[in-house]
């Protein structure tokens, strides 16, 4: 599966799905999917995608993903939960 971004909506190419991001979630899903097979610790997230003068809790983060995860479908299972650290994408496509 590959996704194809442009401002803030993600195009799953494989079911040519138009999916409506809030910023904030389109903003998280292209760095997740920019580090594709990194595990990218919560203050990692908040760092990059919130920027260094965020001073919120970082299970905001769990709540983006959560959404992302319902948007994106059955494609939602690529953004994998790392215990103890925070969230990978990545494609295991068979």
Known sequence: MS???AKR?????SSSKIIDLSL?????LKYLVDN?????SRDKILNNVW??????DSRTIDSHIKKIRHKL??????????RGVGYKFEVEEK
Do not use: P, Q, S, W
């Not at 909506?9 to 190419?13: G, R």
């Not at 904030?24 to 998280?28: A, P, S, W």
């Not at 594709?36 to 990218?40: D, K, N, P, R, T």
């Not at 920027?51 to 919120?56: A, E, K, P, Q, S």
């Open 73 to 82: 479908g059955k494609k939602g299972k690529y953004i994998h939960t790392m």
């Open 24 to 28: 904030r979630e389109y903003e998280l």
């Open 51 to 56: 920027n260094y003068d965020y001073y919120g």
């Open 3 to 5: 996704l194809v971004y």
């Open 9 to 13: 909506l993600f195009v799953a190419n």
């Open 36 to 40: 594709e097979g990194i595990a990218l």
